[in-house]
């Protein structure tokens, strides 16, 4: 069984800086992507960012080019998304996920963490 768990949620100010670790058990990320979503109330979930397991490409959506970055690590069989310059509008849950290369459907996810910007 695949589990993965987000960590490094919490409350920052506008213009600050958390760090996300998404930690992940089971069968090896190989022929995976990783990647990175949130919600909001009211809203429908929003894709933040991806890295390709095996070669280390990434992706990121529109709203947080250049201030967010994906990473991975291989030995530790983990991934962390730095987020830097955060606005009051990058509140919602963030969710760690994993997609199969073969397929369109992220199939395993974590339970959410909270990151709330505000003053």
């Known amino acids: 069984q695949v589990q993965l768990a987000e960590s490094g949620g919490g409350l920052v100010q ?4 958390l760090r996300l670790s998404c930690a992940a058990s089971g069968r090896t990320f190989r022929s995976y992507l ?20 095996s070669c280390g ?5 529109d ?17 962390d998304l730095q987020m830097n310059s955060l606005k009051p509008e990058d ?3 963030y969710y760690c996920a994993r997609r199969p290369l073969d397929s369109a459907t992220w199939d395993s996810w974590g339970q959410g963490t909270q990151i709330t910007v505000s003053s």
């Open 34 to 53: 990783m990647g990175w979503f949130r919600q909001a109330p009211g809203k429908e979930r929003e894709f933040v960012a991806a890295i390709s397991w």
């Open 57 to 61: 490409s990434t992706y990121y959506g």
């Open 14 to 17: 506008p213009g600050g800086s």
């Open 91 to 93: 509140t919602a849950v």
């Open 63 to 79: 709203s947080v080019k250049g201030r967010f970055t994906i990473s991975r690590n291989n030995t530790k069989n983990t991934f």
